[in-house]
């Protein structure tokens, strides 16, 4: 059975909270005021609920078929129809130039279609998620040409996009990566050779035209990450001719099996470079950031469907009698699971770490739109600095608890959420990729410690201290706020005590303190970082009056006084270090 209804007033007290308005007040967002952009999330929301979701279980069963003779994938029934509505609807184009046929929407409005796509059908929305991908890269990297041959297509979902990266003895370290590109004689094109694997709808039949960014060696490259570059290989050439890049297998997988999974042979196929040669990781780049804040909103959107779908299911279920005699119902033999303290624990787990994460999504995404939009420079940069710091912590972190919370949620539902009645064993299949691809989570953390907190002497860390003092500072004399101030206060001195104590002064001398300190810290920012949105949040919603308010303040107080305080077991363990993990040798494990 699946449960969903787009959380629609969440996601609009989410922007409203997180500086939507600034967006809107720029004139080239003057047509994307807060209620216009609701009214299009309200639709988005109707077309994932009644159009993604009802193909989501049956193609998870059905899955993606390969035939080897033609090399084609077929994927599962209704996949086909389903991406001509979507095209038909033109969610895709909403947030890209108007030039190339988009809606010049902001790109907030692209995470939030994210988050509602990836709950209603995780596996179909990521052709579009790495499609967008693309259009960012092209619109960044690609010359005027690219721009103008790819740019529409890809836009308006005539042609879909993938990320060429992996091949098998490469997928972390993209510096031991072999495929050649050779240039052709006389032309501006060069021959691609090599394998690519677990590539994400490198082949399907949604459209005729597949564009694919691989990352390939020029003749001359240095060896290791800098002698990477970035190429455009469409699927079908400009002149009608089929590209020799096919298809050579699927794999099997635990879960989006509605996804295909691709080995892809480059048999000399032809390809254009993006960008400078050997600076092929800068376009990657901008094609994994954007993709990588989509992957952590993944969490978010699993977190949401299996919370309502448990929520449903507890509502329904009778089980045991409530420890509290008063509140026992006397004309049954057993009370709801909603009076054991423990079942309403495990929800609202699920419901106020969801309600967070969706807080740091949307302040990030605010600051994408700032970051490109804002009049002031120093605004830009700022907001910039903050995009840059909270990508790998959305990325991990998101996915992480997203992860958590799925199997949380079918906790609540007992055995009827590990059998496929109720879907959610799909959801945590489909949800434990995310901690793996666009980067597993610990080189998440490890980009978050080694590049994004140093980078230009710490900066973007003394922006996000700047904003959270000011929090403090600004409702110290509020009483009302103490419950929302106080943990984040002292959350946050434990953040910078360990930024300064463990990280800089041991991990900056020892890189294998950072690495064993890495992810823990990741998680320590992150739940750190939300309490302060979420506090934030609080002082809007005491100034408001209603149900919604009233919940939201309970569910808030229960992130800073329920889950908050997991920052002091992983500082702990943070202090810990590495000794006991290096104390081991090969042979004792
Ligand atoms: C379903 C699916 C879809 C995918 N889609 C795509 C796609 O569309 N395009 C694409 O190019 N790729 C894709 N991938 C590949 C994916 O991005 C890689 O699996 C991922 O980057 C991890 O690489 P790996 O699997 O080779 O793991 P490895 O790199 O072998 O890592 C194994 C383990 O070692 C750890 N590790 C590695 N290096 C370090 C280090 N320096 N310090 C500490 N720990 C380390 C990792 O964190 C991990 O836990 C996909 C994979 C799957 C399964």
């Known amino acids: 059975m699946q449960t969903y209804k787009a959380p629609v007033r969440d996601i609009r007290f989410s922007l409203e909270t997180m500086g939507y308005d600034k967006i809107a007040n720029f004139s080239q967002f003057e047509d994307y005021d807060i209620d216009t952009l609701m009214s299009i999330v309200e639709e988005a929301g109707k077309f994932c609920t009644n159009e993604m979701l009802p193909t989501n279980s049956a193609a998870d069963q059905e899955g993606v078929h390969y035939n080897p003779e033609t090399m084609e994938v077929t994927t599962p029934k209704g996949f086909k129809e389903l991406w001509a509505k979507f095209r038909e609807g033109e969610f895709a184009a ?126 001359d490259a240095p060896e290791g990450i800098r002698g990477i570059s970035t190429f455009i290989v469409p699927k079908i050439l400009e002149n009608g001719e089929r590209n020799p890049i096919y298809c050579g297998g699927l794999e099997h997988k635990m879960g989006i099996h509605a996804s295909p999974t691709c080995v892809m042979n480059l048999e000399g196929a032809e390809g254009y470079l993006v960008g400078e040669p050997h600076k092929g990781m800068k376009v990657m780049f901008t094609m994994m950031n954007a993709a990588r804040l989509s992957v952590g909103i993944e969490g978010i959107a699993l977190s949401e469907i299996s919370y309502q779908t448990a929520l449903a299911f507890a509502k329904d279920r009778t089980q045991m009698r409530a420890l509290d005699p008063a509140k026992r119902d006397p004309n049954a033999k057993a009370d709801n699971i909603l009076v054991h303290p423990d079942v309403r624990r495990m929800l609202l787990n699920v419901k106020a770490s969801t309600e967070g994460m969706r807080a740091l999504s949307s302040w990030v995404a605010v600051n994408i739109d700032v970051g490109v939009n804002h009049p002031d420079e120093a605004v830009r940069q700022e907001a910039n600095d903050i995009v840059a710091l909270f990508t790998p912590i959305v990325k991990s972190y998101c996915t992480e608890r997203g992860f958590w919370n799925v199997s949380e ?121 939300i309490g302060y949105l979420l506090g934030q949040q609080a002082k809007v919603a005491m100034q408001r009056e209603g149900k919604f308010y009233t919940t939201k303040l309970k569910t808030i107080r229960f992130y800073m006084e329920n889950i908050l305080p997991e920052v002091h077991s992983l500082a702990a363990i943070i202090k810990a270090g590495k000794a006991n993990m290096m104390a081991f040798e090969v042979d004792e494990f």
């Open 94 to 219: 909403m947030p890209h130039p108007v030039e190339y046929g988009g809606h010049g929407a902001p790109m907030t409005l692209a995470f939030i279609m994210s988050e509602l796509s990836t709950a209603t059908n995780k596996s179909f929305s990521m052709c579009p998620g790495l499609t967008q991908g693309l259009v960012d890269a092209l619109i960044h990297w690609g010359s005027d040409e690219q721009k103008k041959t790819y740019l529409p297509p890809l836009i308006s979902c005539e042609y879909t996009g993938t990320m060429c990266l992996t091949e098998p003895q490469c997928g972390t370290d993209l510096g031991l990566l072999t495929t050649k590109a050779e240039p052709i004689e006389g032309r501006d094109a060069y021959s691609l050779t090599g394998t690519k694997i677990w590539i994400t709808f490198g082949e399907h039949d949604l459209t005729e035209n597949i564009v694919h960014l691989v990352l390939a060696r020029l003749p």
């Open 409 to 529: 949620a079918m906790q609540v539902c007992g055995g009827s959420g590990y059998t496929t009645d109720w879907c959610i064993e799909q959801y945590l299949r489909d949800m434990r990729i995310a901690l793996i691809y666009e980067g597993t989570n610990h080189i998440q953390a490890l980009d978050l410690i080694g590049r994004k907190l140093p980078a230009k002497g710490g900066r973007a860390m003394m922006a996000f201290n700047k904003q959270i003092t000011e929090f403090i500072r600004s409702n110290k004399d509020d009483e009302s706020m103490a419950p929302f101030v106080n943990p984040v206060k002292e959350a946050s001195k434990l953040l910078s005590d360990i930024t300064m104590k463990t990280l800089m002064a041991k991990a900056a001398k020892d890189p294998e303190e950072g690495g064993a300190v890495a992810s823990n810290y990741l998680n320590l920012f992150a739940l750190t970082a």
